[in-house]
Structures are given as structure tokens and as C-alpha cells.
């Protein structure tokens, strides 16, 4: 059974909500509970992360991550899964890396990230500085084969 916490109104992680199933019946929850407000909108498929420019999937870095790597800065995103065999395995990227620079530009965000990747293109290596287990790595990413 698949749940999903729908959260009714504000706060660090606290509120009332209902838990749906998979065929949205609602599943009441009436009392104020703290919930983890880490959430992946898509989990990517193995084909359309092997598709993608960097053949990773990224999501926004929780406070707890942070602190678990070490990691004091501001923003960051975590790698959460990478196409095997792709250009960034083979550079040395690894899942629960943190990518908190792409292109001597600080990365705040999964869209600024993207942002930062579409600029470059294809044809150039994406230079990575990520954060794993406490020590920063500098990882280049090679251009992109792009078929005919």
C-alpha cells in the first residue's frame, strides 16, 4: 500500500492531515503528528535517467543530510540514484554525494542545477564540487556523447 501524507496547515513538519491510499480513500489521521517534509515529486524511471544530460536524479538537501555530511554551507542538492554506466559513475560521482557547486556557480537548488547544466550544453564537461562524508571532491563530468 502506497500513503501519502497530505499536510493541513503550517509549521516545521507539524499538521493535522488524512493519509490516502493508492485508490485515494481517505484514511483519517486527526491528531497533530510531525512528519519528515522530505518529498521527491518524480522518481525517475531507469530508461529516462539514462536519458537525461547527467544520467543522475537529484533532490533538495534536508537539514539532517547536511549535518550527516558534514556539509554547513547553504542550498546543495543530493544525488539519490545514477544511471549505471553513465558519464557520472565513470567520473566518480556516487549516490548520496551533495553537488554544492556546478560550474564555479554555487548550486542552491534542483532548478538552479538544471539551470546550470542546460547552459552548458552538451558538448562541455560539467565540473561538480560535492561533499562526501565530510571532505570536498572536485568531479568533471565528460561532455556528453551526443549521437548523429
Known amino acids: 500500500m502506497v500513503l501519502m501524507f497530505v499536510v493541513a496547515g503550517a509549521g516545521a513538519g507539524a499538521g493535522v ?24 515529486s ?3 524511471l531507469p530508461a529516462e535517467l539514462a536519458a537525461a544530460p ?3 536524479a537529484v533532490r533538495g538537501l534536508t537539514d539532517a543530510e547536511a549535518v550527516a555530511a558534514g556539509f554547513t554551507g547553504r ?15 565513470q567520473a566518480g560521482l556516487r549516490e548520496r554525494d551533495i553537488i554544492v557547486r556546478c560550474n564555479d556557480t554555487d548550486v542552491v537548488d534542483t532548478a538552479q542545477l538544471q539551470s546550470i547544466i542546460r ?12 561533499m562526501r562524508e565530510g571532505q570536498s571532491l572536485e568531479i568533471t563530468l565528460p561532455p556528453r556523447e551526443v549521437g548523429p
Do not use: N
Not at 542550498?75 to 559513475?89: E, H, K, L, S
Open 75 to 89: 542550498g546543495g542538492v543530493i544525488v539519490t540514484q545514477m544511471a549505471a554506466g553513465g558519464r557520472a559513475v
Open 17 to 40: 492531515g488524512t493519509l490516502l491510499d493508492e485508490s485515494s480513500r481517505h484514511l483519517r489521521y486527526p491528531e497533530t503528528i510531525a512528519v519528515p517534509l522530505v518529498c521527491q
Open 42 to 44: 518524480v522518481v525517475p
Open 119 to 130: 547552459t552548458a550544453g552538451p558538448d562541455r564537461p560539467l565540473r561538480l564540487m560535492v
Open 54 to 56: 547527467t544520467g543522475i
